[in-house]
Structures are given as C-alpha cells and as structure tokens.
C-alpha cells in the first residue's frame, strides 16, 4: 500500500506513517466494520512500536479529560486524538455519530458499554464493561453501536490514542443521561 502525500500531520513521530495508512483506508471506502478492523490492526503495530509522545500531549489537565490532536486530515474524513484522564476523571455517557478506534498508550482505560437506545427518553441498559491496558486496540463505536462512558481505571493517567471517522474536534455528538434516557448535543472542543 502506498501512502498518500497529501496527509498534513503535525503530530509526533510515528503518527505521521500511521495518518497516511488511515488516509488510505478511508480513500478505499472500505464499509465501516472492515474499515474499523483495518485501522484497529495498523494501530497495535503502531502502538507496539514504541511510540514516544511528548509530554505536553500527555499531560492531563487536573479539572477534566483532555482531547489533543495529533492529525485532522484536511478534509476532515478522519481524525487521531491523544486523550488524556487523570484519576477520577471520565466522560459523560455519549455516542459519537461516526466510527472509532482506541489504542491505550499508558494506563487502563475503563469503557462502560450501554446499549444505543431506539428513542430519547428511555432510560439506558448496561451492556458490558472492560479495562483497556497499554497496547490493547479496540473499535469503541460504530454508527450501529455507539454508546459508552470512559474513564481513567487505574493509579495513574490514562493516555488513548482515538481515531475517528470525522474531526471529533468540531462533530456534534450526543450525550445521555442513563437513567432518564435523555438526549443533550455537544461537542468536544480540542485542547
């Protein structure tokens, strides 16, 4: 496979390959479940490469889970995040409207599962939960499936690598209260 060249990265070294593999693949119009498996693979090579993030991208933010971009393709198809969680720090339960991939850099990852509901105003069924260490891939969202609460798991930051189908960065999403089943819209602004 070749890479494309017209992939702007400004993220650290090692990101750069890896955004032009996902490049590709999204040029390829792969359907989505083996477009998340593909991205998924290249992403355990990636992170079982070594990778070295700079400590500004690593950092967490004591008063809340951060999103840092490491590539937003430019027309806007994909995006690689660095998210960061301190202890005790989480996500509210919310969906992402695209698909996503999730590496774990540093630290445990606790994702908590809930079925996506059929209509706002319904309260939320817990589905399952699992602790993501260093190195373990996952595809955390699908447009089929997609709700789900993140949080920092273990006694130090949790540092994930996200990909996306978009520019989470400036997508609409939502957010759910799980015991009422109702909707709100944000968006997670960069750090």
Not at 30 to 39: F, G, K, R, S
Not at 43 to 70: F, K, W
Not at 88 to 113: A, F, K, L, M, N
Not at 147 to 173: F, K, M, N, W
């Amino acid at each position: 496979m070749s890479l494309r060249t017209d992939v702007t990265v400004d993220g650290p070294d090692g990101i750069a390959d890896f955004a032009g593999e996902v490049a590709d693949l999204v040029a390829a119009g792969l359907e989505e479940h083996e477009l998340t498996q593909a991205v998924a693979s290249r992403l355990r090579v990636l992170l079982a490469s070594g990778l070295t993030l700079p400590d500004e991208l690593v950092r967490a933010d004591p008063d809340h889970y951060v999103l840092r971009p490491l590539h937003v393709a430019p027309d806007g198809s994909f995006s690689i995040a660095a998210a960061v969680w301190d202890l005790g720090q989480g996500t509210p339960v919310h969906g992402h409207e695209t698909w996503g991939v999730v590496g774990i850099h540093s630290g445990i990852e606790r994702e908590v599962r809930y079925e996506k509901p059929e209509r706002p105003g319904v309260p939320l069924v817990r589905a399952d939960s699992d602790d993501w260490t260093a190195g373990q891939v996952t595809v955390c969202c699908t447009v089929d499936d997609d709700v789900h609460q993140v949080s920092c798991g273990g006694d130090e930051p949790c540092v994930g690598i996200h990909v996306y189908g978009a520019d989470i960065g400036t997508l609409r999403r939502r957010s759910y209260q799980p015991e009422t089943g109702s909707v709100d819209w944000f968006v997670s602004r960069w750090s």
